[in-house]
């Protein structure tokens, strides 16, 4: 982003493919609608094979909430998206680093523009694809994003608002309701194997984060490559041990 001289600049993921003509439609709205970001649709492509929870995990990384084009009170994260930085008050750094590795480092980003009284937009023809790997598809991999989505609300007021204390209280009180709401919606569910009891699990999970929300997750970036060379190591260690004791 330092590198970054024009004020136009557009956001794929990762493990998000687009079209030919995405960029090109993200452009043709935000001309139609003048807006600090406009966003577009996430469709899921599931690894081939994956059977359980389906519904949920095509949800899960999905962002389709079957809006039409135009502005919008919403915002969502960086994945498909157009940021008109000249509409975003304040200057550099734009996302917050700290949170690099559990998520919502634009937070801060949609948070400045919403104060200001920026505004939104909608691109409902420019989605774009998510390919999630296979390691993501599971509910160890979610509920931890669930449980840090949770905790979004109050890590923004803790940085932004003057009423932190009342706000963290408020939504710790929210959360304890989802999370027991929820929690037994699930529990019900499970008892006759119900194929939407993942949903229930998901929110009554995202309500925990707000009670725990000191707790602090971390699975992108350096935690997840981290992650990654201590599987990778331990599995080696066994061979490493044979190959020592054959020698």
């Not at 043709?28 to 807006?35: F, G, L």
């Not at 081939?48 to 949920?56: A, I, N, P, S």
């Not at 932004?160 to 706000?167: G, I």
């Not at 490559?225 to 020698?247: D, F, H, I, Y």
């Amino acid at each position: 982003m330092r590198a970054v001289k024009t004020d136009l600049v557009a956001f794929l993921d990762d493990d998000q493919s687009a079209p030919k003509i995405w960029l090109e439609t993200l452009l043709q709205y935000y001309r139609d609608y003048p807006a600090a970001v406009t966003f577009g649709p996430v469709r899921t492509t599931l690894p081939t094979g994956q059977r359980r929870h389906q519904r949920y995990f095509e949800a899960f990384f999905s962002r389709d909430p079957d809006l039409e084009n135009g502005y919008i009170e919403t915002s969502f994260g960086c994945g498909n998206a157009l940021v008109d930085f000249s509409k975003v008050p304040g200057h550099a750094p734009w996302f917050d680093a700290s949170m690099n590795e559990s998520g919502g480092e634009d937070d801060v980003l949609f948070a400045r523009i919403r104060d200001a009284f920026g505004r939104f937009a909608w691109a409902a023809d420019a989605p774009v694809w998510e390919h999630p790997p296979i390691a993501r598809v599971s509910l160890n991999y979610t509920l931890k994003r669930a449980f840090s989505y949770g905790q979004a609300p109050i890590t923004l007021a803790r940085r932004t608002s003057n009423h932190a204390v009342f706000l963290i209280l408020l939504w710790m009180l929210i959360g304890a309701g989802k999370t027991l709401w929820h929690g037994s919606i699930w529990l019900l569910l499970s008892l006759v194997r119900h194929p939407q009891r993942a949903f229930q699990l998901d929110k009554a999970v995202r309500g925990l984060g707000k009670i725990l929300w000191w707790v602090d997750l971390r699975f992108y970036g350096a935690a997840m490559l981290k992650n990654k060379a201590t599987s990778s190591a331990s599995q080696a260690a066994p061979v490493l041990s044979s190959r020592t004791e054959q020698a």
